[in-house]
């Protein structure tokens, strides 16, 4: 019969070698472990770098956030004293004004000893690192397989 139409077709070529296939072939084992040590190595290093970087524009960023919180508090704590100002010469208009500063300092003692109480509760509850804690304990043991450990 006829014979099956190959016009237009594209014969495959074989790309050529590519670098690493061209060092694989020309370099030894030592050499090629060598190269991977010194690139892990220079990779690590990199790595380090960015975290750094990293931590130091993070680190700005927060004492940034927390100086303005520190000037939110400062505001805020004006706005309590002079509230309280305000309540004690408020309560200065129905009784003496020493027994109305009395007053407005009990309150807010209350108010202070609550909130102690409260943070004292939640500090009671903080765990700590206790997942780190163990994986650190598990380390010399890994460290040193054959030898045991307490």
Do not use: C
């Not at 919180?69 to 805020?76: K, L, Q, R, S």
């Not at 004006?78 to 500063?101: I, R």
């Not at 997942?131 to 450990?149: D, M, Q």
Request: charged residues 15%; proline residues 6%.
């Amino acid at each position: 019969m006829s014979q099956p139409y190959t016009g237009g077709a594209h014969q495959a070529s074989v790309p050529p070698p590519s670098e690493a296939h061209e060092r694989a072939d020309s370099q030894s084992i030592g050499e090629l472990m060598g190269d991977l040590t010194a690139n892990f190595s220079k990779l690590m290093r990199q790595e380090v770098a960015l975290a750094k970087a990293e931590a130091t524009e993070s680190a700005k960023q927060a004492g940034k956030g927390a100086g303005m919180f520190a000037g939110a508090a400062v505001g805020g704590h004006f706005v309590l004293l002079f509230l309280s100002l305000g309540l004690m010469w408020g309560l200065a208009a129905v009784m003496p004004t020493g027994w109305a500063a009395v007053i407005v300092a009990v309150v807010w003692g209350i108010i202070a000893a609550v909130l102690a109480l409260l943070g004292k509760k939640e500090m009671q509850q903080v765990k700590g690192l206790p997942n780190t804690a163990e994986t650190v304990k598990e380390i010399p043991p890994t460290l040193k397989p054959g030898e045991h450990t307490r």
